[in-house]
């Protein structure tokens, strides 16, 4: 008879073996009557009792206390304990959920799965087939490495195939995948029992294409031209998945194999749909596998026109321009065999692509083609290029000339001739300087020629700043909304509700709030968890912030300092409402709330009430003037004096690239002269009379190089525009730092996507702002470019925006190694479709001389011209560009020489053009 500690000691020991002996030597009865008490071991990963009694059969004297050894004697323990359970637990599910549970976080032994594959084959125990196909069903594609190998084993046992399930196929994908290091995995795959029942499902289920490497694409492509699998199955399933979508990773696995199947012309044409619908895949890879095999099929005469134009349809708006090129080039061979109409209607939705030249080259193949289409392809060909602009306008014009010499050239989309005389003529040296017929700056139509035309886009409309949300009705409210905020990335808006619902809630029914707020209180400290202690216990406790914390920016300590202000109020007595509080989500207070409480019998904290003073609208109406002139409190008076002078005065920032010393003392192999040299922001400081956070009104310049090499990415910035909402400039300044590092990054997009409300503040543009979009146009992340091409749009739409200063920035940055000419192009390219153009090209004209004057041509260089053609174009530009002339002069057919031909065409013909 086996008692409980005997069997216990054998679980602490390891030893397996004595527990299976021990074990199967009782009845069932006799066994489920330990199930209890096995349940309640417990067993910890130090524990010096249990390694004095381990069974480690495979341990070498001497090495006792390694960490292998001690991890085989824990595996060994967990090993027994598995055993014991699934040999005295009474039903099958729980067996199952024994199996499952977190107790064993590690794959067990292969003693152990021998072991339990032995106990639950006693007579009196649950199912095994049960237990199996349970175990099977539920496993989690996170758990197959450590639960599978036992599963498998079991559904053997049990003479059960494997569910079809994503768990199970991985698991299987990856027992017979860590065998091939001794066998070759073709073999191994041929000897497989499950190989036919299993493999078809690899290509019905996402991601598991992530389990197919080079050597899974090889084995499976051999043994379907050795005959074990069905090659044309084998291939359905690979299109399957490719046309179904799947993940990049899992995607290029399945274009792999695809490649090395090698489909024929015939079994390409017999998956005609599939393949045009593989065509708009995301992924190019796919679509590139797509387009070559329906060429093949194509050039075998196996297609008709219709799916050549619909492939042509599919893929000519595309962005891959090797994709384009490679359409162009099959239609061109279908055009040259024989002209369908289909065709060329298909050829010419091409003209709408983004990229000039590869609608450029639509045109010319186009125009080799017109004649065999007569009238009907003219027609055709004035209705696609109506919308064109600048040198393609030019070429279509010309092009439709030749074809029929009497026809009215394309109109359509084309700005009119601006009016003429002194309104039309823009302010030398202004940003709209160098375009025809420049409106008024922030007008619906500034930076267009003429009215608003088709194929033309207008600015938005700029949206004034919506309201707070509504205050926060309830305390149970009130404590969800703490609750997130304690444990969840700072939310400013949320924030400023939480902190204006404890005053009222504070003054409305303390005890009520108290009681409901201290289950939420944790036990450590940061500001706004010493705020909720304060106002539970009326206990001030200090917090005490980190070394990073202690040189984060100005602008976030304003919060901070606020809180702590009103945790001390907590603690004698609480306000009756916070002067601070926003009345819109873009930070500003309204002044008429802020009068009205200023009117009251209470004084304000210095922290609150120089907030609401930064918060004050940069126009208040007179009779708020008037009314705060006749205040009698501190409070009001400083409210009044602050409006009397005009509010904050706006600095004067000068942009500056600090010098960063190499910190070698061996030079060789230094590259420190290569690293981008970072910009940064500097101004003298304001003079106020507010209670506010050092240097939140001062940026010296002698600390600039700290600013710029300082490690910036951290808490969050999303707040900052709020704390200075009429100050755009000063929030800049501030905010620009850490946009460097989100710029060079991969990680900052948080801090990026604070530039579209650092436009909604207002005041003067300056080279603060202008710095932040020049790295924001430059980041890594594609996110973090729209975000700042927002931006772009958004001050352009206001009529602030000077494009010719961020343009001086940009060719800064580009001179200081610190720009990526590709990414500048997709984010302007962007901000010019959105109607942003003449702000586009007063950028370009700025930047353009720079990048072109280099030493040797910048990569992304004819990327940046294609934009800038486009933006000229649309806003009529005139400029003479002397550096621009000097490339488009040059002898040859580089890709840069002919955009920069492109460009100098369109601003020659512009200036041709009667004003």
Same mark, same amino acid.
């Given at each position: 008879?086996?008692?409980?500690?005997?069997?216990?000691?054998?679980?602490?020991?390891?030893?397996?073996?004595?527990?299976?002996?021990?074990?199967?030597?009782?009845?069932?009865?006799?066994?489920?009557?330990?199930?209890?008490?096995?349940?309640?071991?417990?067993?910890?990963?130090?524990?010096?009792?249990?390694?004095?009694?381990?069974?480690?059969?495979?341990?070498?004297?001497?090495?006792?206390?390694?960490?292998?050894?001690?991890?085989?004697?824990?595996?060994?323990?967990?090993?027994?304990?598995?055993?014991?359970?699934?040999?005295?637990?009474?039903?099958?599910?729980?067996?199952?959920?024994?199996?499952?549970?977190?107790?064993?976080?590690?794959?067990?032994?292969?003693?152990?799965?021998?072991?339990?594959?032995?106990?639950?084959?006693?007579?009196?125990?649950?199912?095994?087939?049960?237990?199996?196909?349970?175990?099977?069903?539920?496993?989690?594609?996170?758990?197959?490495?450590?639960?599978?190998?036992?599963?498998?084993?079991?559904?053997?046992?049990?003479?059960?195939?494997?569910?079809?399930?994503?768990?199970?196929?991985?698991?299987?994908?990856?027992?017979?995948?860590?065998?091939?290091?001794?066998?070759?995995?073709?073999?191994?795959?041929?000897?497989?029992?499950?190989?036919?029942?299993?493999?078809?499902?690899?290509?019905?289920?996402?991601?598991?294409?992530?389990?197919?490497?080079?050597?899974?694409?090889?084995?499976?492509?051999?043994?379907?031209?050795?005959?074990?699998?069905?090659?044309?199955?084998?291939?359905?399933?690979?299109?399957?998945?490719?046309?179904?979508?799947?993940?990049?990773?899992?995607?290029?696995?399945?274009?792999?194999?695809?490649?090395?199947?090698?489909?024929?012309?015939?079994?390409? @044409?017999? +998956?005609? $749909?599939?393949?045009? %619908?593989? !065509?708009? /895949?995301?992924?190019? &890879?796919? *679509?590139?596998? =797509? #387009?070559? @095999?329906? +060429?093949? $099929?194509?050039?075998? %005469?196996? !297609?008709? /026109?219709?799916?050549? &134009?619909? *492939?042509?349809? =599919? #893929?000519?708006?595309?962005?891959?321009?090797?994709?384009?090129?490679?359409?162009?080039?099959?239609?061109? &061979?279908?055009?040259?065999?024989?002209?369908?109409?289909?065709?060329?209607?298909?050829?010419?939705?091409?003209?709408?692509?983004?990229?000039?030249?590869?609608?450029?080259?639509?045109?010319?193949?186009?125009?080799?083609?017109?004649?065999?289409?007569?009238?009907?392809?003219?027609?055709?060909?004035?209705?696609?290029?109506?919308?064109?602009?600048?040198?393609?306008?030019?070429?279509?014009?010309?092009?439709?000339?030749?074809?029929?010499?009497?026809?009215?050239?394309?109109?359509?989309?084309?700005?009119?001739?601006?009016?003429?005389?002194?309104?039309?003529?823009?302010?030398?040296?202004?940003?709209?300087?160098?375009?025809?017929?420049?409106?008024?700056?922030?007008?619906?139509?500034?930076?267009?020629?003429?009215?608003?035309?088709?194929?033309?886009?207008?600015?938005?409309?700029?949206?004034?700043?919506?309201?707070?949300?509504?205050?926060?009705?309830?305390?149970?409210?009130?404590?969800?909304?703490?609750?997130?905020?304690?444990?969840?990335?700072?939310?400013?808006?949320?924030?400023?509700?939480?902190?204006?619902?404890?005053?009222?809630?504070?003054?409305?029914?303390?005890?009520?709030?108290?009681?409901?707020?201290?289950?939420?209180?944790?036990?450590?400290?940061?500001?706004?968890?010493?705020?909720?202690?304060?106002?539970?216990?009326?206990?001030?406790?200090?917090?005490?912030?980190?070394?990073?914390?202690?040189?984060?920016?100005?602008?976030?300590?304003?919060?901070?300092?606020?809180?702590?202000?009103?945790?001390?109020?907590?603690?004698?007595?609480?306000?009756?409402?916070?002067?601070?509080?926003?009345?819109?989500?873009?930070?500003?207070?309204?002044?008429?709330?802020?009068?009205?409480?200023?009117?009251?019998?209470?004084?304000?904290?210095?922290?609150?009430?120089?907030?609401?003073?930064?918060?004050?609208?940069?126009?208040?109406?007179?009779?708020?003037?008037?009314?705060?002139?006749?205040?009698?409190?501190?409070?009001?008076?400083?409210?009044?004096?602050?409006?009397?002078?005009?509010?904050?005065?706006?600095?004067?920032?000068?942009?500056?690239?600090?010098?960063?010393?190499?910190?070698?003392?061996?030079?060789?192999?230094?590259?420190?002269?290569?690293?981008?040299?970072?910009?940064?922001?500097?101004?003298?400081?304001?003079?106020?009379?507010?209670?506010?956070?050092?240097?939140?009104?001062?940026?010296?310049?002698?600390?600039?190089?700290?600013?710029?090499?300082?490690?910036?990415?951290?808490?969050?910035?999303?707040?900052?525009?709020?704390?200075?909402?009429?100050?755009?400039?000063?929030?800049?300044?501030?905010?620009?730092?850490?946009?460097?590092?989100?710029?060079?990054?991969?990680?900052?997009?948080?801090?990026?996507?604070?530039?579209?409300?650092?436009?909604?503040?207002?005041?003067?543009?300056?080279?603060?702002?202008?710095?932040?979009?020049?790295?924001?146009?430059?980041?890594?992340?594609?996110?973090?470019?729209?975000?700042?091409?927002?931006?772009?749009?958004?001050?352009?739409?206001?009529?602030?925006?000077?494009?010719?200063?961020?343009?001086?920035?940009?060719?800064?940055?580009?001179?200081?190694?610190?720009?990526?000419?590709?990414?500048?192009?997709?984010?302007?390219?962007?901000?010019?479709?959105?109607?942003?153009?003449?702000?586009?090209?007063?950028?370009?004209?700025?930047?353009?001389?720079?990048?072109?004057?280099?030493?040797?041509?910048?990569?992304?260089?004819?990327?940046?011209?294609?934009?800038?053609?486009?933006?000229?174009?649309?806003?009529?530009?005139?400029?003479?560009?002397?550096?621009?002339?000097?490339?488009?002069?040059?002898?040859?057919?580089?890709?840069?020489?002919?955009?920069?031909?492109?460009?100098?065409?369109?601003?020659?013909?512009?200036?041709?053009?009667?004003?």
């Amino acid at each position: 008879m086996v008692s409980f500690p005997q069997l216990e000691s054998w679980i602490r020991a390891g030893d397996i073996d004595s527990v299976v002996t021990g074990l199967l030597s009782l009845d069932e009865a006799s066994r489920r009557a330990l199930a209890a008490q096995v349940k309640s071991v417990q067993l910890h990963w130090s524990d010096p009792e249990a390694d004095s009694l381990s069974v480690d059969p495979d341990a070498v004297p001497g090495l006792m206390h390694t960490y292998s050894a001690h991890l085989r004697r824990v595996l060994r323990r967990e090993g027994a304990w598995l055993v014991a359970g699934a040999a005295c637990l009474p039903r099958a599910a729980d067996v199952v959920s024994w199996v499952r549970s977190d107790r064993f976080w590690r794959p067990p032994m292969p003693q152990a799965i021998d072991a339990v594959a032995l106990v639950l084959r006693a007579p009196g125990r649950p199912s095994l087939p049960a237990i199996a196909r349970s175990l099977a069903e539920k496993m989690r594609p996170t758990q197959v490495d450590n639960q599978w190998a036992l599963i498998e084993r079991l559904l053997a046992e049990a003479e059960l195939p494997p569910p079809v399930t994503e768990a199970a196929l991985r698991g299987w994908m990856r027992r017979i995948g860590a065998d091939r290091h001794h066998k070759d995995l073709a073999e191994l795959l041929r000897a497989d029992p499950h190989l036919e029942h299993m493999l078809p499902h690899v290509f019905t289920v996402p991601l598991l294409g992530q389990e197919l490497d080079d050597e899974w694409t090889r084995a499976l492509a051999r043994l379907a031209a050795d005959g074990v699998l069905d090659r044309q199955a084998l291939l359905d399933g690979c299109v399957l998945r490719l046309r179904a979508g799947d993940r990049t990773a899992a995607l290029r696995r399945m274009v792999v194999l695809h490649r090395l199947l090698d489909p024929s012309a015939e079994e390409a @044409a017999a +998956r005609r $749909a599939e393949y045009c %619908g593989m !065509l708009s /895949a995301p992924d190019s &890879a796919v *679509a590139d596998a =797509a #387009l070559r @095999a329906l +060429r093949l $099929a194509d050039d075998a %005469g196996l !297609l008709d /026109a219709d799916a050549v &134009a619909e *492939a042509a349809w =599919a #893929l000519l708006l595309r962005k891959e321009k090797k994709l384009v090129r490679a359409q162009l080039d099959w239609l061109a &061979a279908a055009l040259a065999r024989k002209p369908e109409p289909v065709l060329f209607e298909a050829l010419l939705s091409g003209l709408a692509n983004p990229a000039a030249d590869l609608a450029e080259r639509v045109l010319k193949l186009a125009a080799a083609h017109l004649s065999s289409f007569g009238e009907t392809g003219h027609e055709q060909l004035t209705t696609a290029t109506a919308d064109l602009q600048g040198d393609l306008r030019r070429q279509a014009t010309a092009l439709l000339a030749r074809a029929d010499p009497g026809s009215a050239a394309p109109t359509a989309g084309i700005a009119t001739p601006p009016p003429s005389g002194p309104a039309a003529s823009p302010v030398a040296g202004s940003p709209a300087a160098g375009f025809v017929g420049s409106p008024v700056a922030g007008s619906p139509a500034a930076g267009f020629v003429g009215s608003p035309v088709a194929g033309i886009v207008v600015l938005p409309a700029v949206v004034p700043a919506a309201p707070m949300p509504p205050p926060i009705a309830s305390i149970p409210e009130l404590v969800a909304e703490a609750k997130h905020l304690l444990y969840q990335a700072e939310d400013p808006i949320r924030v400023e509700l939480i902190l204006d619902a404890l005053v009222r809630f504070t003054a409305a029914d303390r005890p009520a709030l108290a009681r409901a707020l201290e289950p939420i209180v944790p036990a450590w400290r940061n500001p706004f968890s010493g705020l909720l202690h304060a106002v539970v216990s009326r206990e001030f406790v200090a917090w005490a912030p980190s070394a990073w914390e202690r040189t984060a920016g100005p602008p976030f300590w304003m919060p901070v300092k606020r809180m702590a202000e009103l945790a001390r109020q907590m603690c004698q007595t609480p306000p009756p409402a916070l002067l601070a509080t926003p009345a819109t989500v873009d930070g500003h207070v309204d002044p008429a709330r802020v009068l009205r409480l200023l009117g009251e019998d209470w004084e304000p904290e210095p922290f609150d009430l120089s907030q609401a003073l930064l918060r004050l609208p940069r126009e208040v109406a007179p009779d708020i003037r008037a009314s705060a002139a006749r205040l009698e409190s501190p409070a009001g008076k400083a409210f009044a004096d602050f409006l009397a002078g005009g509010g904050l005065p706006d600095p004067d920032v000068v942009a500056i690239t600090p010098v960063r010393p190499c910190p070698h003392v061996v030079k060789a192999g230094c590259n420190c002269r290569e690293r981008p040299r970072r910009r940064t922001v500097a101004f003298e400081p304001i003079k106020h009379n507010l209670t506010v956070q050092p240097y939140l009104l001062y940026q010296p310049a002698e600390f600039a190089r700290d600013r710029v090499d300082g490690h910036q990415l951290g808490r969050s910035i999303a707040g900052w525009p709020m704390i200075l909402p009429s100050h755009r400039e000063i929030a800049a300044a501030h905010i620009q730092p850490r946009l460097i590092e989100a710029a060079e990054s991969r990680s900052g997009a948080a801090e990026m996507a604070v530039l579209p409300a650092l436009a909604a503040c207002d005041g003067p543009f300056g080279p603060a702002m202008a710095l932040c979009l020049a790295y924001g146009l430059t980041a890594t992340r594609p996110e973090s470019r729209l975000a700042a091409s927002d931006a772009f749009v958004d001050l352009a739409a206001r009529g602030v925006l000077d494009g010719s200063l961020v343009g001086r920035e940009l060719a800064a940055l580009f001179r200081g190694n610190s720009l990526v000419l590709k990414r500048v192009a997709d984010a302007l390219s962007q901000a010019s479709q959105a109607g942003a153009a003449a702000e586009t090209w007063a950028t370009m004209r700025e930047f353009l001389p720079t990048v072109l004057t280099g030493s040797k041509p910048a990569t992304g260089l004819p990327d940046l011209l294609l934009v800038a053609e486009s933006a000229a174009a649309a806003a009529r530009a005139t400029d003479d560009i002397p550096e621009l002339t000097g490339v488009a002069s040059r002898p040859g057919r580089s890709r840069l020489i002919t955009e920069a031909a492109r460009l100098s065409r369109t601003l020659t013909e512009n200036r041709a053009r009667p004003e």
